[in-house]
């Protein structure tokens, strides 16, 4: 049977529940803050903040809105404004006190504009992705990251890996500066049965095990790297790397964006920013330092999950 | 005589020279450090940055470009994509070390299409603005500021300062905060003959005016507030203020966005971000405290001339 967006928004409130526990866990000491929102057109969300030991501050919101197309999205989707519409998903991003742990970004989401007749059929997809921004690019995690993504999509389709890496090579990038905002990782948008083999429920249970892969993925980077040594001088790399973060998502993030020009809650839109964020003007790495290996490492296209000589 | 381009261009290099001399002295330590550059597509600019005892960060940028009409930037002024295109003026933002000296932002400049043919007339307007950005509003302050910028305005056109101050009310805004950027200024764009009983040669010594009111203006604010003693939690708001600074510039700030999306000098647009800035989840200020007022006076349409209860 084909999943109802009642079954897929009960499923993203519970992938919520399920990366808060595992974070605070992990964590060992922050407790997510829960603000409950309603959305003034339908609908609203669950935002939950934490300010951890080893996450400075993390967001991991859920939502589930609906009402009328407000304009702006109609025009941008080219969807009949004023429409019913129905749109629930998870963001997450976590910025760590540690320079040595990445910030990550994870979304999946769902869209969907209910039949207006029993002649025109519903219209849906489904969207998201996982990205990591390390502030010190280690190529053998980059690589593990990747291969992780690999792994969950291989299981649903052969085209899914190669075709969203690239996606997020193109997306999470900043044009301005010529270089990506991390290693990447997947994305993808207005996934739809049209496009793939797989009926409503199988690209669904892709998207769960996208959702599902987020928590194992960070709660295992946590341990490794969390408590790892640093310096002056690496944490304020961290604080330039967070304002290359900042630019991304206030400059290029059609997410933000949107929310922002059509009036979402701020806070939880904005909870993506970093807690605190440095910008130098023509700052310089020292030739041949873990900077400038880093800056080298921030470029569309390097195939994480087949370079060998993992020290390069 | 009508003022010429290379006249024009030529008094705002000079303006930049001068202005850099008056904020070196009022500083007593920082100088500034200048780096020149080239546009591919032609014309280039000089870019000074200063880190000192009183300004933490500050920009004092001049530019003059040219050549053919970026596509963009054509279609967003509704003007002829290719023509040959002239472009030249100053632009400013200067963050200081204190909490009580506020950030401040000024813009002059010219844009012109020489005539095409002996038919075709050219086409050139100016356009600029100064708008102050108080870490904690002091009405006094306020007030004085917008009197000076309205001394300015009526030596030219009795219209001028409501229209501009409005116009800086409208555009230094952030929507998504629903609260002005600071206390606004004066705004102008696309300032033609057609528009004011005022030829090029007046409207260009109104442009000169306000340039000229920039220095003076703030180098009194850095005599009468650099030093005074400030805690860690105005230090903080500051850092809170400032993340509010860049969500304009990047968010909403056209000339920021334009310069970015068109393959700008990425160091010298961005000049204009803090050196420093904070975030914090549904940040909360005291009831009745400072930041309080602040928040209170970050609205559009204050009378800033008219206040009589300058304590408000």
Not at 139 to 153: E, N, S, T, Y
Request: charged fraction near 25%; hydrophobic fraction near 35%.
């Amino acid at each position: 049977m084909e999943p109802t967006k009642s079954e897929i928004q009960a499923w993203f409130e519970g992938l919520q529940d399920r990366i808060c526990t595992a974070l605070e866990e992990a964590d060992g000491q922050g407790k997510f803050r829960e603000d409950h929102w309603q959305r003034p057109g339908g609908g609203g969300g669950r935002s939950r903040v934490i300010e951890g030991r080893v996450i400075e501050k993390g967001g991991v919101n859920f939502s589930a809105v609906e009402g009328a197309l407000p304009e702006k999205i109609g025009r941008a989707l080219q969807l009949p404004v004023g429409s019913a519409f129905f749109a629930s998903g998870v963001s997450i991003v976590l910025h760590s006190h540690s320079p040595h742990l990445p910030i990550i970004h994870m979304n999946v989401r769902y869209f969907e504009i209910p039949a207006q007749t029993a002649e025109a059929p519903s219209i849906w997809w489904f969207g998201g992705g996982i990205d990591l921004t390390p502030h010190y690019v280690v190529p053998a995690d980059a690589q593990r990251f990747h291969q992780h993504l690999k792994m969950v999509c291989d299981r649903h389709h052969q085209d899914f890996y190669p075709k969203f890496k690239k996606w997020a090579d193109d997306y999470f990038y900043l044009r301005h500066r010529k270089e990506t905002r991390g290693v990447g990782g997947i994305f993808f948008d207005r996934m739809q049965s049209n496009d793939y083999p797989l009926d409503k429920r199988q690209l669904f249970q892709f998207v769960q095990d996208v959702g599902d892969a987020f928590a194992p993925i960070y709660t295992q980077l946590m341990a490794e790297r969390a408590d790892l040594p640093f310096s002056e001088r690496e944490k304020n790399w961290q604080l330039h790397r967070r304002g290359r973060y900042v630019e991304f998502n206030l400059v290029w993030d059609r997410g933000t964006k949107f929310g922002l020009d059509t009036d979402g809650r701020t806070e939880s839109i904005l909870m993506s920013m970093p807690p605190t964020a440095k910008w130098t003007y023509a700052f310089e790495v020292e030739p041949n330092s873990a900077e400038a290996t880093t800056l080298d490492h921030l470029k569309k296209e390097i195939d994480w999950v087949g370079i060998t000589d993992i020290a390069r």
